[in-house]
């Protein structure tokens, strides 16, 4: 039985698309979490590249635009435990060890276009932000994901 060359030339061709997507989707779906400062330590590197940030919406900085679908917002720390045995985090027990070398008092500008604002979305509300950072300390954001609160609180009688 005689193997004709066009058969395996079509076999490498099969082979190398599967192997060229797969590594792309990795590529594409393989971003990782990074806070606030750890972005505005490393925004010299990460101008142009997606990611994900993990941050909370600074409180009277949010601007919503129904009719464009566009949302802006400043993205700040989360900040860390308060020293009373709660801890001011919410998402999924993200931590961040202090660093002196990181600013803590960074912020972005986050802009969402094109998309319907999250319903959970709310001023001093823990975010993940996915987009691209530009310059000038700005992220485009694909999607901006709200967390729920990690503890439920019941409301104060009167």
Same mark, same amino acid.
């Given at each position: 039985?005689?193997?004709?060359?066009?058969?395996? +030339?079509?076999?490498?061709? =099969? @082979? $190398? %698309?599967?192997?060229? /997507?797969?590594?792309? %989707? +990795?590529?594409?779906?393989? !971003?990782?979490?990074?806070?606030?400062?750890?972005?505005? %330590?490393? $925004?010299?590197? /990460?101008?142009?590249?997606? /990611?994900? =940030?993990?941050?909370? *919406?600074?409180?009277?900085? *949010?601007?919503? !635009?129904?009719?464009?679908?566009? /949302?802006?917002?400043?993205? =700040? @720390? +989360?900040?860390?435990?308060?020293?009373?045995?709660? #801890?001011?985090?919410?998402?999924?027990?993200?931590?961040? =060890?202090? #660093?002196?070398?990181?600013?803590?008092? %960074? !912020?972005?500008?986050?802009?969402?276009?094109?998309?319907?604002?999250?319903?959970?979305? @709310? !001023?001093?509300?823990?975010?993940?932000?996915?987009?691209?950072?530009?310059?000038?300390?700005? +992220?485009? @954001?694909?999607?901006?994901?709200?967390?729920?609160?990690?503890?439920?609180?019941? $409301?104060?009688?009167?």
């Amino acid at each position: 039985m005689r193997f004709k060359p066009r058969f395996f +030339i079509g076999g490498g061709l =099969v @082979a $190398a %698309a599967v192997i060229y /997507l797969t590594t792309t %989707a +990795i590529r594409n779906t393989a !971003e990782y979490y990074l806070t606030v400062p750890e972005v505005a %330590a490393r $925004a010299q590197q /990460l101008t142009g590249q997606a /990611l994900r =940030v993990a941050g909370r *919406v600074k409180p009277g900085s *949010v601007s919503w !635009e129904p009719s464009s679908l566009k /949302l802006s917002f400043k993205l =700040v @720390a +989360i900040p860390e435990a308060d020293g009373t045995g709660s #801890d001011t985090k919410s998402l999924a027990g993200i931590r961040k =060890v202090n #660093d002196d070398r990181q600013n803590t008092s %960074a !912020e972005f500008l986050v802009v969402s276009v094109g998309q319907p604002k999250p319903d959970m979305f @709310a !001023e001093n509300r823990d975010v993940i932000v996915e987009g691209e950072l530009t310059s000038g300390h700005t +992220i485009m @954001a694909r999607q901006v994901l709200t967390s729920c609160p990690s503890k439920y609180v019941p $409301a104060s009688k009167k």
